[in-house]
């Protein structure tokens, strides 16, 4: 069985936790406490260099690291239910919402940023508030002009079944919800977050479903 080292609220574990969810595949969760820095410990360093999560140990015991190449690696090995499209138009513009989220927005506002902001750059409570708000309205309206049925948008990101770009945009508007960002400009945003949620795979891999929150 393979075992995701990862913490609740990280936005890169809830991605992997949904790609597991909807690929239905069993794994132990075993976790590594951000806040307490368990990260920087001696064994998640072996497995992540960068003292980071998730890390994923295979069934073959192989580790892998960074969500996004963990995800595409879960979609190769386990096709069904596909996380990509099969045409090549249509996996670049699913990379590309992905890649908006995970790349644009999320590095800014991680708990390492924060805590840089704050403790080395003297950065007060509102500062940092005012940081974070900012790299997510600039990232979402973006996002939002992207999410159209012209560019192939239907009930989800993409298309009509979930892709790698919801597994993206979920965790990224729930730590938007957690800093009290204004969501109201991004209808399709908030719709398409609303439909994902509704599903078994990404309700059980919330930070607060009960098997996630046992792994605190």
Same mark, same amino acid.
């Given at each position: 069985?393979?075992?995701?080292?990862g913490?609740f609220?990280?936005?890169?574990?809830?991605?992997?936790?949904?790609?597991?969810?909807?690929?239905?595949l069993?794994?132990?969760?075993v976790?590594?406490?951000?806040?307490? &820095?368990?990260?920087?410990?001696?064994?998640?360093?072996?497995?992540?260099?960068?003292?980071?999560?998730?890390?994923?140990?295979?069934?073959e015991?192989?580790?892998?690291v960074q969500?996004?190449?963990?995800?595409?690696?879960?979609?190769e090995?386990?096709?069904?239910?596909?996380?990509?499209?099969?045409?090549p138009a249509?996996r670049?513009?699913?990379?590309?919402?992905?890649?908006?989220?995970?790349?644009e927005? %999320?590095?800014?506002?991680?708990?390492?940023?924060?805590?840089?902001?704050? &403790? =080395?750059?003297?950065?007060?409570?509102?500062?940092?508030?005012?940081?974070?708000?900012?790299?997510?309205?600039?990232g979402?309206?973006?996002?939002?002009a992207?999410?159209?049925?012209?560019? &192939?948008?239907g009930?989800?990101? %993409?298309?009509?079944?979930?892709?790698?770009?919801?597994l993206?945009?979920?965790p990224?508007?729930?730590?938007? =919800?957690?800093? =009290?960002?204004?969501?109201?400009?991004?209808?399709?945003?908030?719709?398409?977050?609303?439909?994902?949620?509704?599903?078994?795979?990404?309700?059980?891999?919330a930070? &607060?479903?009960?098997?996630?929150?046992?792994? =605190?």
């Open positions: 069985m393979a075992t995701l080292y913490y609220r990280s936005s890169a574990a809830y991605r992997v936790r949904i790609a597991l969810n909807l690929k239905g069993a794994h132990d969760q976790p590594v406490n951000l806040v307490k &820095g368990e990260q920087r410990g001696e064994a998640n360093l072996a497995r992540h260099p960068l003292g980071l999560v998730p890390s994923l140990e295979t069934d015991g192989v580790t892998l969500s996004l190449a963990i995800c595409e690696y879960l979609d090995v386990h096709p069904t239910p596909a996380l990509l499209p099969a045409d249509g670049a513009r699913v990379r590309a919402l992905a890649q908006l989220v995970a790349c927005i %999320h590095p800014l506002n991680n708990l390492r940023v924060l805590k840089y902001l704050v &403790g =080395e750059l003297g950065a007060d409570e509102a500062a940092k508030l005012a940081w974070y708000r900012h790299w997510v309205a600039e979402f309206q973006a996002l939002e992207m999410l159209t049925p012209e560019a &192939g948008s009930d989800f990101c %993409h298309g009509d079944t979930p892709t790698l770009a919801d993206c945009l979920v990224q508007v729930f730590n938007a =919800e957690r800093f =009290e960002c204004d969501l109201s400009p991004y209808p399709r945003i908030r719709r398409i977050t609303e439909r994902c949620r509704a599903l078994p795979a990404f309700a059980q891999a930070p &607060g479903a009960p098997a996630v929150a046992g792994a =605190e």
